[in-house]
């Protein structure tokens, strides 16, 4: 069992930058794929940016490749989203998400194992 908790979310404005914390519990953190996600009002949940268990391989949304960055300290139990440049359509509640394979990450999110509750952005213009 994995318990997710983001943090980190809040208003800024357009050009702006954020950093997104999610911290994970149990011990076997470092065995998962972790991922961030984002819900707009109206939307589906969208596929943002993912990272190996190990931490070398990330993958992102094109629509953020460049201004987004995921990381995760395995010490720490914890993944990070920084996010630069921000935008309005950049505006959305993100969660964070965890899985034994990555690629249910980025291509079967309805099968993600774990979910935390989500964190507001909102970025103004």
């Known amino acids: 069992q994995v318990q997710l908790v983001e943090s980190g979310g809040g208003l800024v404005q357009a050009g702006g930058s954020l950093r997104l914390s999610c911290a994970a519990s149990?011990?076997?953190?470092?065995?998962?794929?972790m991922g961030w996600f984002r819900q707009a009002p109206g939307k589906e949940r969208e596929f943002v940016a993912a990272?190996?268990?190990?931490?070398?391989?990330?993958y992102y949304a094109d629509s953020v490749k460049g201004r987004f960055t995921i990381s995760r300290d395995n010490a720490k139990n914890t993944v990070y989203l920084q996010m630069k440049s921000l935008k309005p359509e950049d505006t959305a509640v993100y969660s964070c998400a965890a899985d034994k394979f990555s690629s249910r990450l980025r291509v079967e999110i309805p099968r993600v194992e774990y979910w935390g509750q989500g964190t507001q952005v909102t970025v103004s213009s």
């Open positions: 990272i190996s268990s190990g931490g070398g391989i990330t």
């Open positions: 149990g011990r076997t953190f470092s065995s998962y794929a």
